[in-house]
């Protein structure tokens, strides 16, 4: 039996090597931590997620706006179609929206599967066009294509005590998880790291441009954004940095996206599922 002194430092390697082994590639290129493994995040995606929006229709405060939920069915509609042409395999996904009746917060997120919602705070207060509507929730979607909540929850599973179980307990394609929907629910509210934000707005932008929404109006939904900074700063900059360089990242992309953004022919819709007080 090793003397007691040694053991810090076996569990350091033994978590160091649980933690490289547990490594992924997003689409990007870039290299991602993945204790938790995507259908693990969808699952529970999925659990959050119904609990969540019914949790809002008993309370009242989803979208009886049939407006406002057809606008957000169609162009969350166009964004799916193209992402299903980045991932196929992402068809097997429920993508579903829920428009939340909360005119204060101004956010939007997209869970593991296409679990998405966004807030009627976000329209209210900003006053998107329909090109920039399809910035913001290209890059929601964005975050789904690349595993981000999957990541998410790694990285808040590695940093607390439990690394050492959740590590060793890993077979890289599942982990057994206690909690798991509500570690899916607080990685919508965790920040996202600064490379995730670039990845999700370099994809998110495509997907936009592909869909038919004009490539430009990613600078200017950035531009309504920290205007409306000014007067508090809006629960999705909470949960997505916003780097000063930020607009001029997506004006040089404009150039490139703007051969998807003019291709010819109809942009087709995906039926997506909407959760609202009128369904």
């Not at 599942?174 to 629910?185: V, W």
């Not at 790291?193 to 932008?205: C, H, K, L, P």
């Amino acid at each position: 039996m090793k003397p007691a002194r040694f053991l810090p430092l076996t569990v350091s390697i033994i978590l160091m090597t649980c933690l490289l082994a547990a490594c992924a590639t997003s689409p990007t290129g870039r290299r991602q931590l993945m204790l938790v493994s995507e259908q693990t995040a969808i699952q529970s995606s999925a659990q959050a997620y119904v609990q969540e929006v019914g949790k809002l229709k008993q309370e009242g405060k989803l979208s009886d706006d049939p407006a406002v939920v057809e606008r957000v069915r169609r162009i969350t509609g166009r964004l799916v179609s193209q992402a299903l042409v980045m991932r196929p395999d992402a068809a097997d996904w429920k993508w579903s929206v829920a428009v939340i009746d909360d005119p204060d917060t101004v956010n939007a997120w997209c869970m593991a599967g296409g679990r998405m919602a966004i807030y009627t705070g976000l329209i209210e207060k900003l006053q998107p066009t329909d090109d920039e509507l399809a910035q913001v929730m290209g890059h929601e979607i964005a975050h789904a294509l690349a595993n981000h909540t999957a990541e998410k929850m790694s990285v808040a599973m590695a940093s607390g005590l439990g690394v050492a179980a959740v590590g060793v307990a890993s077979d890289n394609k599942g982990i057994a998880m206690t909690g798991a929907a509500a570690a899916a629910a607080l990685a919508v509210t965790l920040p996202n790291s600064r490379a995730a934000e670039t990845e999700a707005d370099r994809i998110g932008i495509e997907l936009a441009a592909r869909a038919g929404y004009d490539p430009d109006a990613a600078v200017s939904l950035w531009q309504k954004m920290n205007r409306e900074s000014g007067s508090g700063v809006p629960q999705f900059l909470s949960t997505h940095p916003n780097p000063q360089n930020r607009q001029q990242k997506l004006a040089a992309l404009g150039p490139e996206m703007a051969r998807y953004y003019v291709q010819p022919g109809d942009r087709p819709i995906y039926p997506v599922i909407t959760e609202s007080a009128v369904r």
